[in-house]
């Protein structure tokens, strides 16, 4: 690895003006600066910040990071109470907790190495990554500070995960609908480069293949997560003549789009068909009928991630996997068939 004394070779400027700009003095040129972090890059160089801060008499500087928030499908609901959470814990720990918004195309204008050199940060906690995040990407061959990531699947690379009990709870979900007599179930799926979307379809193939049905592919449509699609793929269903007796929809959003498009159809719910989501969104209790769902804690999930990272830091943890159990809430969507 190189060391910060090639560093200030590469950028020609001295040992202690490499340390200034990477500890964010204000009297470090722009341009000196942008130099400086581009011989970093170059070489591969990263300052061991989180050493730095856990030796200083300074607060943990901690980062969280908010991918796409500005994204049309985004769940702000979800976002909202990972930033709750993870403030919350910051907040009755003393830890300086700072929120930063991204998008893939900033992540590939600067990498998320660079971006915790810029900010000099201890440790960060990430919401919102899919696979073709170029984070995402980065991630997997390898962590360059101390990092959390919630809700994603990272099977590669070092990095902490919060997330919930997707396949366990999807499968319940969909056993209680065979429990229930539905056979005939779509399985409206969200985002393709999503990895819960894979984990739930893991759990929809455990709990088929604890009944002993064949999932036919051809009953799995690909909604992105969002509910217009999933009432646009509720149309196009029943305009296809194809009959299904119950929709297990992978978010409340998707659901919701569903419920419109087959009460536009003249479908009864629950007493023609059953329709289920997944998050317990706030609106999901007030709509009509309100929504079974799966409920997740999305303010537990911030809150845990925040301290799995504060536990890294301070070395009370290297398990870096934390799974959260969500219950089933049983409401008025869904009834069993006579």
């Known amino acids: 690895m190189a060391t910060i004394k090639e560093v200030a070779a590469a950028a020609g400027v001295s040992i202690s003006t490499v340390s200034r700009a990477f ?16 011989a970093a890059r170059s070489l591969d160089y990263s ?23 500005l994204n049309e499908n985004a769940n702000v609901d979800i976002l909202f109470g990972h930033m ?72 590669s690379g070092g990095a902490g995960i919060v997330t919930s009990d997707n396949r366990t709870a999807m499968k319940d979900m969909i056993m209680y609908l065979f429990s229930e007599g539905h056979e005939r179930i ?16 893991d759990g929809v193939r455990d709990a088929y293949e604890a009944r002993g049905i064949h999932l036919d592919d051809k009953d799995i449509f690909y909604a992105d997560f969002s509910r217009q699609e999933a009432y646009e793929t ?24 569903v419920i419109r498009a087959l009460q536009e159809e003249g479908v009864k719910i629950p007493d023609d068909c059953s329709v289920t989501g997944f998050d317990d969104v706030l609106l999901s209790e007030n709509i009509t009928p309100s929504l079974t769902t799966v409920r997740q804690d999305f303010e537990k999930t911030g809150y845990e991630a925040t301290s799995l990272l504060h536990r890294i830091l301070e070395g009370r943890d290297d398990g870096k996997r934390v799974i959260l159990k969500c219950p089933i809430i049983h409401r008025d969507s869904t009834k069993a068939l006579k």
């Open 84 to 155: 709750k959470g993870a403030f919350r814990y910051a907040s009755e720990n003393s830890l300086d907790l700072a929120l930063y918004i991204t998008s893939n195309e900033e992540q590939k204008r600067l990498s998320y190495h660079s971006f915790c050199i810029e900010h000099s940060l201890a440790g960060a906690i990430i919401s919102g990554l899919t696979t073709d995040d170029a984070y995402y990407q980065e991630l997997s061959r390898g962590v360059p500070c101390p990092t959390v990531m919630m809700d994603i699947e990272l099977h």
């Open 234 to 257: 509720a149309k196009k269903i029943a305009g296809s003549g194809k009959h299904y007796s119950a929709y297990a929809c992978f978010s409340d959003e998707m659901a919701f789009g």
């Open 186 to 201: 779509a399985i409206i799926a969200g985002k393709k480069s999503a990895t819960v979307t894979d984990v739930r379809l």
């Open 23 to 38: 500890n964010n003095y204000s009297d470090i040129n722009g341009k000196t600066k942008e130099r400086i972090l581009e």
């Open 47 to 69: 300052p061991n910040i989180s050493a730095r801060n856990l030796s200083s008499k300074k607060r943990l500087n901690l980062g969280l990071i908010i991918s796409g928030f």
